[in-house]
């Protein structure tokens, strides 16, 4: 089968960091995305991984490794507007985008 | 340059109607796909159309239908609706939808079953 796994919520304080786990077991692996999601809008664009290693893009950077079907997004100098869903995705190949069902972010003060 | 466009934003409906949802890509892009998102489900995968094919679909029951244009502007059905299909429905565009493109997502129109 296809399963992604994240956690279901995570909380920080701000000016923090914080490292969001993702595995993934797919039957095809043409790259893994991770989208922010604030609550009633729509996804959009985070990262794109798909050689092992670590992106890095202002305060967010993320690390791929396939063999372990295993990533991460780290935000560092968490900010309260940082609360929302981050969602990890993988796109299989056959036009398919497999996505976890999210980690709720809470950003304290 | 405009976002993708899905309309209506909200709609309820009652058990054994049938609705219809569009999309509107960004302009020049010509993959769409399709998305349920319930609570503690996330976005599960219902179809991708590339210049009026589609070219994959995910495991929902044949109630769930979709098409798309020669513009690439896509429609979704859903027909016989149940109270389960009460969701967030997302449609997200791309060039080609190949696996190295992100996907850009509308607002997403809001099912609501009685």
């Known amino acids: 089968g296809q399963n992604i796994d994240q956690p279901t919520e995570m909380t920080a304080t701000e000016g923090a960091i914080v490292q969001i786990n993702c595995t993934y077991q797919?039957?095809?692996?043409?790259?893994l995305f991770w989208y922010q999601q604030h609550a009633g809008e729509a996804p959009t664009f985070l990262s794109y991984?798909?050689?092992?290693g670590l992106e890095e893009k202002g305060r967010f950077s993320s690390f791929l490794s396939r063999s372990k079907g295993y990533s991460y997004l780290l935000l560092k100098e968490l900010q309260m507007k940082d609360s929302a869903s981050y969602l990890c995705?993988?796109?299989?190949?056959?036009?398919?985008?497999?996505f976890g069902a999210g980690t709720r972010l809470f950003v304290k003060a | 340059k405009a976002g993708v466009t899905q309309t209506p934003r909200y709609l309820i409906k009652t058990r054994g109607q049938q609705v219809t949802l569009s999309c509107s890509p960004i302009?020049?892009?010509?993959?769409v796909s399709w998305y349920q998102q319930t609570p503690g489900q996330g976005l599960q995968f219902l179809f991708e159309y590339f210049s009026e094919t589609q070219r994959n679909k995910g495991n929902f029951p044949g109630r769930f239908s979709g098409r798309q244009f020669s513009n690439s502007r896509s429609e979704m059905n859903v027909s016989t609706l149940e109270l389960g299909d009460s969701a967030l429905y997302l449609c997200?565009?791309?060039?080609?939808?190949?696996?190295?493109?992100?996907?850009?997502f509308g607002d997403g129109t809001r099912l609501s079953i009685l």
């Open positions: 991984n798909v050689l092992d």
């Open positions: 997200a565009s791309s060039q080609t939808g190949g696996g190295n493109q992100p996907q850009h």
């Open positions: 797919t039957s095809g692996f043409n790259g």
């Open positions: 995705a993988v796109t299989t190949g056959g036009f398919k985008t497999i």
């Open positions: 302009s020049g892009h010509r993959s």
